[in-house]
């Protein structure tokens, strides 16, 4: 009975992706960045240098996801890029040197938990606005 739950689990989360407005794609990607962080963070902790990467890959794999998703016409997009970069490189450096990197998954766990603070709250403005507007 697991693998039938596990499958009608993994089946709802396909459907709610492939249907998701793409702000609301924007926040799980966050909120899968900063569950990734956060778990790398206590598999370095522990030493367990085999999690750590694994987590770590996972991170900087929705890193490039959030690179992608830019428009670059606009210049936040451009800024936004740089920032994703620079944050990919630090988490390709603590992946590296994991005996040195609690620091700098602090770092980037900092950055991320504002910028994903940041678009929840630009998300709640416009859900607002769309729903003073009504129905189309």
Avoid: C
């Avoid at 009975?1 to 924007?26: D, F, W």
């Avoid at 428009?71 to 450096?93: A, F, G, K, P």
């Amino acid at each position: 009975m697991e693998g039938a739950s596990a499958n009608a689990y993994n089946q709802y989360r396909q459907i709610a992706v492939t249907t998701a407005r793409p702000e609301k794609l924007l926040l799980m990607l966050y909120d899968g960045l900063t569950n990734f962080l956060k778990q790398a963070q206590e598999a370095n902790q522990l030493q367990d240098h085999l999690t750590t990467h694994a987590f770590l890959m996972k991170s900087q794999a929705i890193i490039i996801e959030l690179q992608r998703t830019l428009r670059m016409e606009y210049e936040i997009s451009i800024s936004l890029y740089r920032l994703y970069d620079y944050l990919y490189r630090r988490l390709v450096t603590a992946n590296a040197h994991q005996d040195e990197a609690a620091p700098i998954l602090e770092e980037s766990l900092g950055i991320v938990s504002r910028l994903r603070d940041a678009w929840y709250a630009a998300a709640a403005k416009l859900q607002a606005v769309d729903a003073d507007a009504g129905p189309a």
